[in-house]
T-cell receptor
Framework: DSGVTQTPKHLITATGQRVTLRCSPR?????VYWYQQSLDQGLQFLIQ???????AKGNILERFSAQQFPDLHSELNLSSLELGDSALYFC??????????????FGPGTRLLVL | GQSLEQPSEVTAVEGAIVQINCTYQ??????LSWYQQHDGGAPTFLSY????GLEETGRFSSFLSRSDSYGYLLLQELQMKDSASYFC??????????FGQGTELSVKP
């Protein structure tokens, strides 16, 4: 158990809908990262927040948005969902702002299925 | 652009040694990390190389050659529980982790 929690574990929804995924980082960690993992694909970095501010952006679609709240939990919002958005969404956290030597601790993931 | 290449699959037998290679092209390279993922579970950190050379952690070792843009993960005394996907990831400017596509390791009895 990494100490990172994600809810829900599974989510089934329809195309065009909007969902919110939630992540609570390890106690004391300031950075939260979101990743998307499609079937048989690697982990695609979406976005990083550090202490409430956006720190780095990856290949995140405009239909997706995220935020980190004062209590450091984070939410990833996915809207106008398409079939291709079906994937595992992982949240990870690290103690500081990220960087080469910082280990990222991953949560168990949210499995999203868009029908 | 940025890219990482690693073999998609590797098979080995229990007790053997296996090496998973990773070559990368990236700007602002700061280090190479390795993560293990069991069947859709949470990826877990295995090792990190910021400098050239070998890092050893128990049965796992990782190597980096910055001049060759190349690294590898070495797993010794393979166990059935080592069957998993292994990802190399480069840390570039800004601290972003860019992951490879992963290598699925199957350990046979």
């Amino acid at each position: 158990d990494s100490g990172v929690t994600q809810t829900p574990k599974h989510l089934i929804t329809a195309t065009g809908q909007r969902v919110t995924l939630r992540c609570s980082p390890r106690s004391g960690d300031l950075s939260v990262y979101w990743y998307q993992q499609s079937l048989d694909q690697g982990l695609q970095f979406l976005i990083q927040y550090y202490n409430g501010e956006e720190r780095a952006k990856g290949n995140i679609l405009e239909r997706f948005s995220a935020q980190q709240f004062p209590d450091l939990h984070s939410e990833l919002n996915l809207s106008s969902l398409e079939l291709g958005d079906s994937a595992l969404y992982f949240c990870a956290s690290s103690p500081l702002g990220g960087g080469a030597t910082e280990t990222q601790y991953f949560g168990p993931g949210t499995r999203l299925l868009v029908l | 652009g940025q890219s990482l290449e690693q073999p998609s699959e590797v098979t080995a037998v229990e007790g053997a040694i296996v090496q998973i290679n990773c070559t990368y092209q990236t700007s602002g390279f700061y280090g190479l990390s390795w993560y293990q993922q069991h069947d859709g579970g949470a990826p877990t950190f295995l090792s990190y190389n910021g400098l050239d050379g070998l890092e050893e952690t128990g049965r796992f070792s990782s190597f980096l050659s910055r001049s060759d843009s190349y690294g590898y993960l070495l797993l010794q005394e393979l166990q059935m529980k080592d069957s998993a996907s292994y990802f190399c990831a480069v840390c570039n400017q800004g601290g972003k982790l860019i992951f490879g596509q992963g290598t699925e390791l199957s350990v046979k009895p």
